[in-house]
């Protein structure tokens, strides 16, 4: 477990009303997806969860409040983790442009 990056890089912060928050296991600050059966927030990289040691840690998801706010944020984003295979599905819809002649 040496190589993993509990804190993130300089500049880089939480954002508890977008959901977005540092992953020590992917080393990047990434917008957390909802799982519904457990009630969690989880890292789309990896699905490790806000309630592993080092995600508190690097977050401070220690103070009850800010943990909180996060997951409602997380919530509200509609992002959701579809158990068993290991990914995350976005509620909104990509849509993309018609290039006319293809």
Partial sequence: MDDIRVRP???V???PRGGR???PYCADSLEY???EVLRIARCPGCGVSTRDFHVKSANGFW???LKQRFD???KR???TWIRGEQKMVSQTVLRLPIVPGE
Avoid: F, I, L
């Fill in 9 to 11: 890089d300089d500049g």
């Fill in 77 to 79: 984003s509609r992002r």
């Fill in 63 to 65: 103070n009850e409040a």
């Fill in 33 to 35: 997806v909802w799982d």
């Fill in 72 to 74: 409602d944020g997380v």
């Fill in 13 to 15: 912060e939480t954002d």
């Fill in 21 to 23: 928050a540092w992953c």
